[in-house]
């Protein structure tokens, strides 16, 4: 819309090498000076001595709340030597950018012409992407762990969040045009303004049987499409199965929960209600509360009971009602009759997408591996904290941990990485495995197939690459919020039971071998694993060893120590060097050789 305040343009001086506060901005670009909305924005969200403009009306004191907000109100300088205007990523220290900022006049200029023409900001962003991208928010040493483009992004959903809200307004009247009114109006909204602030996690009750069944994964999908197209403006992040959103209206909620149970899902959520001022604490500080939200059941369910959901009385019979409404099906195996609700009846009726999974159901003696990966939220907010301290410390070893606040621009700054790291993953898989060989479940979730047990060291290893790539920090600490979950088994075993083990996982890595164990362990022994994969192990040894273990575990132990077959024991031995100290037990390290003896 013409002449409409563009929020995400307030700091395009950030994008030169010209001070944000105007001290330079001379005759040789004032006479440029666009006569725009957004540039009126860029003059006056500002609040400050250094700044000669200040709020004058309702929006651009809004945009200079927003500002405050996406930034966590805190601006204070902070004491460090070193420079910050290049972009610091807390997780990845490997990160190298340049100054790409504008400095020559020509460009200044141009900018400023381009202003002119009231761009909206997918144009702006499609013209000065890499700088947005590459340049910090705040320039300061220790503080520029967060890039323009991030700050900018949040700012819009901010500005548009309370442009539209009816609950947090501020009066034409309550704007005082100077330092300390805007101040004290700041304050005094920081304090008496609320917001929710709620992790959902969705959830399903089916217990899918067949490959048709995992259409579920694309109602999951299709449940956060509209949750992020519903409610752009209030997301702080999403994910396959889970979003961080906020808002001051609990009716938000009441429609997320209609969108999610209108697809048949359920949700958790864990929410919390502070002033805004305290926002800055968050996460660490903020208490939030857990509860599960359902769909209504009804008061009386007459059997047969739905099998997949068995939340539901059953008033479909499969196949025949497929057969009756859409005819005969050469995908449909007939393999005995099955009860089921409407909602799954409708899942299992939608052609399955997954057509290399079902061609590899059908074949004989067929292996796949599931790998899902996932975030621990609560492990993340400790771990940037922590990298965050960690960075504070090379430029001061005085830093304190309540300097290390995580934001909701650190959030989101780490969150378009994990996406970029969630695509590089893909495609490391569909080049490893070529296309044919890899199902895409959900953008964090696959299916291999496999022709070796062994084959799960190559899963790992592309795993390992792209975290080494995004996020090699994590590897250095004793907690990692990214978790992977490994499962073997036949193409045919119910994956109900695969997505049991996903969801029962406690650990950062998981690897389940259907049938012969499991492995726990950490993130950041992945590099030692991967090392322990490659050693040389005598294979008779590992065969035997796999084969005691299924008479008894426990004698599987004392062959494991005896040490009259000299050559045997020297690969157990070279096992219990190589795992033992990655905090892996017994268990652990038997499903490991039998890995290894595939």
């Given at each position: ?15 030169t ?81 340049r100054?790409?900022?504008l400095?020559?006049e020509?460009?200044i ?15 702006f962003k499609?013209k ?19 890039s ?63 490959a ?13 499409r ?88 059953a ?26 609700c ?92 070529g ?37 090699p ?73 796999a ?39 017994f ?12």
């Amino acid at each position: 819309m013409p002449n409409e305040l563009i929020p995400e343009l307030h700091d395009v001086l950030k994008i030169t090498t010209l001070q944000h506060n105007f001290e330079d901005f001379d005759e040789r670009f004032s006479k440029y000076s666009p006569s725009t909305r957004s540039w009126k924005g860029v003059l006056q969200h500002h609040c400050g001595e250094d700044f000669p403009a200040f709020p004058t009306d309702k929006e651009t004191f809004l945009l200079h709340f927003a500002d405050g907000l996406a930034a966590g109100f805190s601006r204070r300088k902070q004491s460090y030597k070193g420079k910050g205007i290049i972009l610091y990523k807390l997780w990845n220290s490997n990160w190298q950018s340049r100054d790409l900022r504008l400095r020559e006049e020509e460009e200044i200029i141009d900018l400023l012409k381009f202003l002119s023409k009231d761009p909206t900001y997918d144009e702006f962003k499609d013209k000065y992407r890499q700088i947005l991208e590459s340049s910090a928010e705040d320039t300061h040493p220790g503080m520029n762990i967060t890039s323009l483009e991030t700050h900018l992004t949040l700012t819009g959903k901010f500005f548009r969040f309370l442009k539209n809200s009816t609950n947090l307004t501020v009066g034409d009247d309550e704007i005082i045009s100077s330092i300390g009114g805007i101040s004290d109006l700041t304050k005094s909204k920081m304090n008496s303004w609320h917001l929710y602030l709620t992790r959902c996690k969705f959830k399903f009750n089916q217990k899918p049987m067949r490959a048709r069944d995992l259409n579920i994964l694309g109602l999951l999908e299709e449940v956060t499409r509209r949750i992020k197209e519903n409610f752009y403006d209030n997301i702080l992040f999403t994910t396959s199965d889970e979003t961080l959103i906020f808002f001051d209206d609990p009716l938000v909620l009441d429609k997320i929960n209609s969108i999610v149970t209108t697809h048949g899902l359920w949700m958790s959520i864990y929410q919390s209600r502070p002033r805004i001022g305290e926002i800055k604490y968050f996460p660490k500080k903020l208490r939030f509360e857990g509860k599960h939200l359902y769909s209504l059941l009804p008061t009386v369910i007459s059997p047969p009971i739905c099998e997949i959901c068995q939340m539901l009385g059953a008033t479909k019979e499969w196949p025949n009602d497929y057969y009756s409404q859409f005819g005969k099906d050469p995908e449909i195996t007939e393999e005995g009759t099955e009860h089921l609700c409407e909602t799954c009846f409708s899942i299992r009726s939608k052609p399955s997408k997954l057509k290399g999974l079902k061609i590899w159901t059908e074949a004989e003696n067929t292996d796949v591996s599931w790998m899902k990966i996932s975030l621990n939220y609560e492990s993340l907010t400790t771990t940037l904290q922590q990298l965050y301290l960690n960075y504070l410390r090379k430029l001061n070893p005085l830093a304190k941990v309540e300097d290390a606040e995580v934001r909701f621009s650190l959030i989101s700054e780490f969150y378009k990485d994990y996406d970029s790291f969630l695509l590089g993953l893909k495609n490391s898989l569909l080049s490893r495995f070529g296309e044919p060989g890899v199902e895409i479940l959900l953008k964090d979730m696959f299916c291999i197939k496999m022709e070796k047990r062994q084959n799960i060291f190559l899963l790992l290893q592309e795993f390992n690459t792209n975290l080494d790539l995004f996020f090699p920090e994590f590897k250095k600490l004793p907690e990692v919020p990214i978790q992977v979950s490994l499962v073997y088994s036949r193409s045919k075993f119910p994956f109900f039971e695969v997505w049991r083990l996903i969801e029962d996982q406690s650990s950062d890595l998981k690897i389940s071998l259907i049938g012969h164990g499991s492995i726990e362990t950490s993130l950041k022994y992945l590099d030692d694993i991967l090392f322990a994969g490659t050693s040389s192990y005598r294979k008779t040894a590992l065969y035997k060893l796999a084969e005691i273990s299924k008479i008894s575990e426990r004698l599987a132990e004392l062959k494991f120590k005896d040490r009259s077959e000299k050559s045997d024991f020297e690969s157990y031995d070279a096992l219990k060097r190589n795992l033992l100290p990655l905090g892996m037990d017994f268990s652990s390290l038997l499903t490991f050789a039998k890995l290894l003896g595939d």
